[in-house]
């Protein structure tokens, strides 16, 4: 998944704050590929979705339950 990565463009929601680098970041800059890393261990594995799943996750979690 590496090479995958290579060029990732790495961000974290503006409403994270300053929370001492606690945070999830995102790349949706890659075809076909969104990235998600814990901003502590940029190093680390990451999880990768397809586009229309991480479209899924982020407008389920902006719909009121």
């Given at each position: ?47 990768s ?17």
């Open positions: 998944m590496a090479d995958q990565l290579a060029g990732a463009r790495w961000r974290k929601s503006a409403r994270s704050g300053d929370n001492n680098g606690n945070c999830v970041e995102v790349a949706t800059n890659l075809p076909d590929l969104v990235a998600v890393r814990d901003s502590k261990d940029p190093a680390g594995s990451a999880l979705f397809s586009p229309a799943a991480w479209s899924t996750f982020v407008r389920a979690t902006k719909t009121p339950h």
